[in-house]
């Protein structure tokens, strides 16, 4: 019999219970005579983290959906007072692991990527810092949470944020400006709070940084989200090269939207509506859609099919946006239940099935990797990560169709340019983040007025039409990966170019392509970034050349199209 998702069993864990469970392992572990002994020992300890993270996630799953279920809220709390704890004993292992006198040995079996992702665990917890991290955790909740709490009264309706997607499409320019007046009314009357929180954010990670010796928050941020054979130069110079042959193509794509929807100029918000017969809208309901979609996986290939029929079948789909409910869009694994989870907000845009292939992605390979030995492999760094979600958007184009209709080569065109123009902005995310945390002694407003010198460099047709608080460099204060994931966002450029080189070749070659990409999906988190790029048969966005290469078939591709008469 099926378990559904509502019987999944969530039973808070009780501390003093798993710390004496482990400190148990540990004392085995450290009376290890041979490999094998330890190797036990890894695996019992893997089981008392897998059940920890199984309800951890279970708590954030429910609470996302429902920010006002007040026993959810409770146990997100309970884990962000006390996750904090949990990492001073994983810190415990990773030291004897790192440490084993049977390493070599372990690195032969297990890969050399476990103990290169435990060197960075270690590098970034210290038990001096557990209770900046219960900060962290504490103000990340709260920027969440206040974003969720909108209820902004427009069209008759109360509406959440992320409930506003349908309106900023609207083919009357009208309709569009007053819904970012609203939207923008409410950031406007918070803007002191987002950036509060954040200022507190910028302090807590900057004193953990420097607690743990080292230089600043970035060389943490880095520490945190594993990069592995790259540095913040390469990342700098991977910047450069979007500026150069990306931002000129995207002000040209931005002059032929004018041209397009014919307006004079382009203002904030026109851009996201891309044609005066209408944007590209998936036909049907959500039922129709996820419907469509099971055709369309059971069509593409049998692990495909057999992905989302387990998906379906055990309701580990969230997606309709509802009051209350976080926004965004994420997928999450479930350990007990080997299950991933799919979080997303529809609102009537052609973004609800790029989510659908997006997190459909991601949920596709934790799936195909999900009975890897190592846990620490279930999942790829989050650079790689992005690649499976990116390029599965790419590898759905021939059955968009069931989506579209007849709109499928305004959603194509839409969805490449749309791939494009996110380059600029992705790394200017990056790049703020980097100024933030290199000089944490900035003001809340130095902070805007950063962004906005940002803005000029990578967004230079931006016009906020004199909108508060936008043009008051305060647009990031909807990017949750600022406030909850610092440096994360760069994943979605770097693993941008690789999908797009996956395109090409799925052009070229579908089924050579789709092995390959099988392939990585299979690795799940066994080699870093650049590893796992070679085992696709691609090359590293790192690479001088790559980028120019990459984008001169996307230029071609769009230059092929009378955008005018979609």
Request: negative net charge; contains cysteine; hydrophobic residues 35%.
């Amino acid at each position: 019999m099926v378990t559904k998702f509502k019987d999944y069993e969530y039973k808070r864990p009780d501390l003093d219970v798993l710390t004496e469970a482990v400190n148990k392992v540990l004392k085995a572990f450290d009376k290890s005579e041979s490999v094998e002994d330890e190797k036990q020992a890894i695996f019992d300890y893997n089981a008392l983290m897998n059940k920890f993270y199984n309800m951890s996630t279970l708590a954030s799953i429910r609470a996302s959906i429902d920010t006002n279920d007040k026993f959810y809220d409770e146990e997100r709390n309970f884990y962000d007072e006390f996750s904090p704890n949990v990492s001073e004993l994983d810190n415990k292992f990773k030291k004897r692991l790192a440490g084993s006198k049977f390493r070599d040995q372990l690195e032969k079996e297990f890969g050399s990527q476990l103990f290169a992702l435990t060197d960075n665990a270690l590098k970034e917890f210290d038990p001096s810092i557990m209770e900046l991290m219960k900060e962290e955790n504490r103000l990340t909740t709260e920027y969440s949470k206040l974003l969720a709490s909108a209820q902004i009264d427009f069209d008759g309706k109360t509406l959440s944020l992320t409930e506003f997607g349908k309106y900023m499409i609207d083919s009357d320019r009208e309709v569009r400006k007053n819904a970012t007046l609203a939207v923008q009314g409410f950031m406007g009357e918070n803007l002191d709070k987002i950036d509060t929180i954040y200022d507190n954010l910028v302090k807590v990670r900057d004193k953990m940084a420097k607690t743990l010796g080292l230089k600043d928050f970035v060389e943490l941020g880095y520490i945190r989200m594993n990069r592995i054979g790259y540095d913040r130069d390469m990342v700098e110079n991977f910047r450069k090269q979007i500026e150069a042959h990306v931002v000129p193509i995207v002000s040209d794509l931005k002059r032929r939207q004018k041209e397009r929807i014919g307006v004079d100029s382009l203002k904030s918000y026109d851009s996201a509506f891309e044609f005066n017969n209408g944007n590209p809208i998936p036909k049907g309901s959500t039922k129709e859609i996820m419907e469509k979609g099971a055709k369309m996986y059971k069509e593409l290939s049998p692990e495909t099919d057999e992905f989302y029929t387990y998906m379906i079948e055990r309701d580990l789909f969230d997606v309709e946006a509802k009051k209350g409910k976080e926004g965004g869009g994420y997928c999450t694994y479930i350990n007990d239940y080997k299950s991933p989870f799919i979080f997303s907000n529809f609102n009537g845009t052609q973004g609800d099935v790029e989510v659908l292939t997006h997190e459909a992605g991601h949920a596709f390979q934790v799936y195909s990797s999900r009975d890897v030995v190592v846990p620490e492999y279930i999942w790829p760094t989050m650079e790689a990560a992005e690649i499976h979600s990116m390029s599965m958007e790419f590898f759905t184009y021939p059955w968009m169709e069931l989506f579209f209709e007849e709109d499928t080569d305004k959603f194509k065109f839409s969805h490449v340019s749309g791939a494009l123009e996110f380059l600029p902005y992705g790394v200017a995310i990056d790049e703020f983040q980097h100024v933030v945390y290199e000089n944490p002694e900035l003001t809340p407003e130095e902070r805007r007025n950063e962004w906005k010198k940002i803005e000029e460099k990578y967004l230079p047709e931006t016009d906020y039409d004199g909108i508060e608080p936008l043009i008051h460099g305060s647009l990031w204060h909807r990017q949750g990966h600022v406030f909850a994931a610092p440096f994360y966002y760069i994943d979605y450029t770097l693993a941008q170019v690789v999908a797009l080189q996956f395109w090409k070749r799925a052009n070229e070659d579908f089924e050579g392509a789709w092995k390959d990409y099988l392939t990585i999906c299979k690795l799940g988190g066994s080699l870093p970034f650049g590893e796992i790029v070679k085992s696709a048969n691609l090359l590293s966005p790192f690479e001088d050349g790559t980028l120019e290469s990459t984008i001169a078939h996307v230029k071609d591709f769009l230059n092929t199209i009378d955008d005018k008469n979609l």
